[in-house]
């Protein structure tokens, strides 16, 4: 659907600047690239994608050897590293939000700081909890992290000190949504970019002040907050940032928030919640109980213009999707893993069903993907049937927090705590594939 932008009333805003680039740090590589030069550093890992570079992962998961776990509070926030520390987000007894600084090699507490919050979902999702869900963002200074009134929390990271906080439903005459604050910081250069207060808000990373609000809505139960997370891309050579919103979605452009096209996303009520996924000028998402959907950004006569190019019967759910060699990997609603050609929209193949909830990670040509019973998976990206190399259990409690990778060690945030796992012994030729069965179709 095309999109013809009209005068911003911010274009008052003239001292705008677009800084290319995030800041914050890639996955290091070359002599650098050692497990604690590494950092998991915001929601899906350092290119907001779920993919990661480094070191081959072994042929199966033998060595990988538990080094360390802490008790916390409730909590589906991910856990976010950087260096020698590492940060975890959890409720406390319904009535406080906490975040805890933990040294990376031996899981001892650096600092811990905690506020009065309540977070109360209606009765028909609590049965998934009320306890904080987004996972915080490093910019390598500081943290950022929203708790379920959505009120957003910058924090030192070398001491826990609080540096300012933003209160959105006060701050833009909202209310609190209605299943709290779910939607992961987006951090650019000096800016931040937040899906709250019924819209996507532009800060100053610094400050805290607002630059520009956009895709304001009413604010009713089927439309307000966020589910999704927002991305920046480079589409149809425009760099931009790409958002789904309950509705829909939408391309902007991130200096001024003016609105470059976008595109309807139909789904039961408005439970678009995966993060979409860019592969060149296309967008992959998919909705609740709806289907997936492969979109198109071109520029055309009258600006850019978003087109779907297929559409498949298949529906995710909460699990956001990888991309290898041009095929994409969807964990489903039904909670099967389906294999889906990008070019064509073909269906691979699809397994019978592996759980609720997957977070997959990407390096080379293997998946690591965390269900939400804490099975750990590795898994070949083969196209011609699903491959699995080894499973194990390797949590003590539910795990819908994203699991977090780094060179040879993993952090896996459970409902009730923090572990890190390393491979050990790795080195080397790696150990023979244990035969697993598929289950697939």
């Known amino acids: 659907m095309r999109y013809r932008p009209s005068v911003s009333k911010l274009a008052c805003l003239a001292l705008i600047v677009l800084v290319p680039g995030l800041t914050a740090p890639d996955v290091a590589s070359g002599d650098e690239a050692t497990p604690e030069a590494r950092s998991w550093n915001q929601w899906r890992g350092p290119n907001r994608d779920g993919q990661i570079d480094g070191d081959a992962w072994p042929e199966n998961l033998d060595g990988l050897e538990r080094i360390w776990r802490v008790d916390l509070g409730r909590g589906y926030a991910s856990p976010i590293v950087d260096g020698d520390r590492v940060y975890v987000a959890e409720t406390l007894g319904g009535q406080e939000e906490s975040v805890r600084a933990l040294a990376r090699s031996d899981g001892s507490e650096l600092w811990r700081v905690s506020w009065a919050a309540e977070g109360k979902v209606p009765f028909f999702a609590a049965s998934n909890g009320d306890w904080i869900r987004a996972t915080p963002s490093h910019d390598g200074e500081a943290i950022y992290v929203g708790g379920m009134e ?14 300012w906080r933003i209160d959105f439903p006060a ?9 709290g604050f779910v939607s992961s910081p987006l ?39 966020a589910f999704s997370s927002p991305v920046l891309a480079t589409l149809a050579g425009r760099r931009q940032l790409v958002v789904q919103t309950r509705e829909r979605l939408n391309g902007l452009d991130p200096a001024t928030g003016e609105l470059l096209w976008f595109q309807p996303v139909p789904s039961f009520r408005g439970m678009n919640i995966l993060t979409p996924t860019v592969d060149g000028d296309r967008i992959l998402t998919s909705s609740y109980r709806h289907n997936t959907f492969l979109y198109d950004v071109a520029e055309g ?24 060699d041009g095929h994409a990997y969807l964990h489903l609603g039904s909670g099967r893993l389906i294999c ?14 592996l759980g609720k909830y997957w977070s997959m990670i990407v390096q080379g040509k293997k998946l690591l993907a965390l269900n939400d019973l804490g099975e750990l998976y590795l898994i070949a990206a083969n196209p011609e049937r699903l491959e699995i190399l080894d499973r194990r259990e390797i949590a003590d409690s539910s795990t819908w927090a994203h699991l977090a990778v780094l060179g040879d060690g993993l952090v896996v945030r459970d409902l009730e705590g923090v572990s890190t796992y390393r491979w050990t012994g790795s080195a080397g030729a790696p150990a023979p594939a244990k035969a697993v069965a598929a289950g697939a179709r």
């Open 150 to 163: 959505e009120v957003l929390v910058k924090l030192a990271a070398d001491s826990g000190e609080e540096l």
């Open 171 to 179: 701050r833009f005459d909202t209310r609190v949504p209605d299943f």
């Open 187 to 225: 951090i650019d250069g000096d800016d931040l970019y937040v899906q709250a207060a019924n819209s996507l808000v532009k800060l100053d990373k610094t400050t805290g002040e607002t630059v520009w609000r956009a895709l304001e809505n009413d604010g009713n139960i089927m439309r307000s907050g």
């Open 301 to 324: 006569p009258e600006g850019l213009a978003a087109s779907l190019l297929w559409s498949h019967k298949s529906h995710g759910y909460m699990s956001s999707p990888v991309i290898v």
């Open 340 to 353: 889906l050609d990008l070019d064509s929209g073909v269906e691979r193949w699809v397994s019978e069903p």
